[in-house]
Nanobody, 124 residues
Framework: QVQLVESGGGLVQPGGSLRLSCAAT????????LSWYRQAPGKERELVAG????????IWLDSVKGRFTISRDNAKNSVYLQMNSLKPEDTAVYYC?????????????????WGQGTQVTVSS
């Protein structure tokens, strides 16, 4: 059974940090591209960051460049999103998603598996 389970969300003050984790089971993790998306209230879901299967290629949403880092550990079937210098506009539900292939895609429809999401709230 395929599962992606996110964790690490919570309430943090502006300027603070959080590390999100996504643990995967049920598919060949090391062959999949992994990405993080987020969806704020009243807004469409957007790609935050993606990483290729071997971890050599990455893409970022412009607004998070220099603040967020995506990484993966294929031995642990996990992908991470380190978020620093958080801003109130980063408040959203964050989802991890997996797709087979060699190119990181932006379109949500390109992804095969999704987690249930974890809430991140940035507020003083």
């Amino acid at each position: 059974q395929v599962q992606l389970v996110e964790s690490g969300g919570g309430l943090v003050q502006p300027g603070g940090s959080l590390r999100l984790s996504c643990a995967a089971t049920g598919f060949t993790f090391s062959s999949y591209i992994l990405s993080w998306y987020r969806q704020a209230p009243g807004k469409e879901r957007e790609l935050v960051a993606g990483v290729t299967s071997a971890g050599h290629g990455r893409i970022w949403l412009d607004s998070v460049k220099g603040r967020f880092t995506i990484s993966r550990d294929n031995a642990k079937n996990s992908v991470y999103l380190q978020m620093n210098s958080l801003k109130p506009e980063d408040t959203a539900v964050y989802y991890c998603a997996a797709r087979s292939g060699i190119i990181i895609r932006v379109a949500q429809t390109a992804y095969d598996y999704w987690g249930q999401g974890t809430q991140v709230t940035v507020s003083s």
